[in-house]
């Protein structure tokens, strides 16, 4: 979907700057180029249509429907189920996270496609049928969605809208006075469009310097950490391993098509399927500039505690990887 955006990032950093593809910085500069434009793209685009649907679709009635409903977890399962077939990293899903909040869905359920979103993507599931054959690739995505569903519904019990942001709060009684007027007043959608852009355009210039400076620490990560440097401490299967792998894992940033081919080379290399794995998950899921991002609509605190909460839930699918999989034969 954004080739495109890539062909220019390496026309740019590659020929018109002239830096070496190979080079560390090369690939820092490219990565960065091409996330923050992404990111942005999305999160224009994203409120956008957030905005068109809150507009013509009263969001008290969807809040009631998901918190008054007996939909028996379903509205979870949904939820990740979307995540899982949205092709985007921990810090593109930031945008659909702020839309979600903003038109008034339940964070529980919000919080389910956040933590599925990163981990579970065709791209990635394509990649792990090439490499691990069928039976992994299906425990893989069973186990994501399910992943997503259990922290959405553990996140949603604890009740923390109250730690959102206060730009956040703004953002919904913003919203909610703004569709109250458009409602009273049967305004049109081309009268409607300008408000609706305008306010897209103000989130992009109010988060974008969190975009850059969460995706700069990505991108360093990205250029200048060497692939193999963390198999050493990860290759002798004990169970500590796997947290061990989580807490590595969290200062790096790729996307899952990017993490995969590391854990195929590690998984070759003698480390325990569901270490890789665990491995994996943290720096798709639990990235630095993921919660740089987060820190604009989360407080402290609810980062803290929905971080927590997943790097239980990693750390979980890392052993029962690791039981099922004791021996990598049992892969393909």
């Known amino acids: 979907?954004?080739?495109?955006?890539?062909?220019?990032?390496?026309?740019?950093?590659?020929?018109?700057?002239?830096?070496?593809?190979?080079?560390?910085?090369?690939?820092?500069?490219?990565?960065?180029?091409?996330?923050?434009?992404?990111?942005?793209?999305?999160?224009?685009?994203?409120?956008?249509?957030?905005?068109?649907?809150?507009?013509?679709?009263?969001?008290?009635?969807?809040r009631d429907f998901l918190n008054?409903?007996?939909?028996?977890?379903?509205?979870?399962?949904?939820?990740?189920?979307?995540?899982a077939v949205t092709p985007f990293c921990s810090c593109s899903s930031v945008p659909l996270f702020i839309g979600f909040v903003q038109g008034g869905i339940p964070l529980g359920v919000t919080f389910a496609f956040l933590i599925t979103s990163p981990l579970v993507n065709e791209i990635a599931l394509a990649i792990f049928l090439g490499m691990f054959g069928i039976k992994f690739t299906l425990i893989y995505a069973i186990l994501g969605i399910i992943l997503g569903m259990l922290g959405g519904m553990v996140l949603g019990k604890l009740k923390l809208e109250r730690y959102l942001s206060d730009w956040v709060q703004?953002?919904?009684?913003?919203?909610?006075?703004?569709?109250e007027d458009f409602e009273s007043e049967q305004t049109p959608f081309l009268k409607r469009l300008p408000y609706i852009t305008q306010e897209a355009w103000g989130i992009v210039k109010s988060i974008v310097l969190y975009v850059i400076?969460?995706?700069?620490?990505?991108?360093?990560?990205?250029?200048y950490v060497p692939e193999n440097f963390f198999e050493q401490y990860l290759g002798d299967g004990q169970w500590w391993t796997v947290p061990l792998a989580v807490i590595l894992a969290v200062p790096l940033y790729a996307n899952a098509a990017g993490i995969i081919?590391?854990?195929?080379?590690?998984?070759?290399k003698g480390i325990p399927?569901?270490?890789?794995?665990?491995?994996?998950?943290?720096?798709?899921g639990?990235?630095?500039?993921?919660?740089?991002?987060?820190?604009?609509?989360?407080?402290?605190?609810?980062?803290?505690?929905?971080?927590?909460t997943v790097t239980f839930f990693i750390i979980?699918?890392?052993?029962?990887?690791?039981?099922?999989f004791k021996n990598s034969n049992l892969l393909l």
């Open 1 to 62: 979907m954004f080739d495109w955006l890539q062909s220019f990032a390496d026309w740019l950093i590659f020929q018109v700057i002239g830096i070496e593809a190979e080079s560390h910085l090369g690939m820092a500069l490219n990565f960065f180029v091409y996330d923050v434009l992404k990111i942005l793209i999305l999160l224009f685009v994203i409120t956008v249509l957030m905005g068109i649907v809150n507009a013509y679709f009263p969001v008290e009635r969807l």
């Open 286 to 308: 639990l990235s630095i500039p993921e919660g740089t991002l987060l820190k604009k609509v989360m407080s402290l605190k609810l980062i803290t505690i929905f971080f927590g």
């Open 170 to 179: 703004q953002l919904i009684l913003n919203k909610n006075k703004v569709q």
């Open 261 to 268: 081919p590391v854990i195929q080379v590690m998984v070759v």
């Open 273 to 284: 399927v569901g270490t890789a794995i665990a491995f994996m998950m943290a720096t798709i």
């Open 316 to 324: 979980l699918s890392g052993f029962i990887f690791n039981f099922i």
């Open 213 to 223: 400076i969460g995706i700069a620490i990505g991108a360093f990560m990205h250029g």
């Open 68 to 83: 008054k409903r007996k939909l028996y977890g379903l509205e979870y399962f949904f939820a990740s189920f979307f995540g």
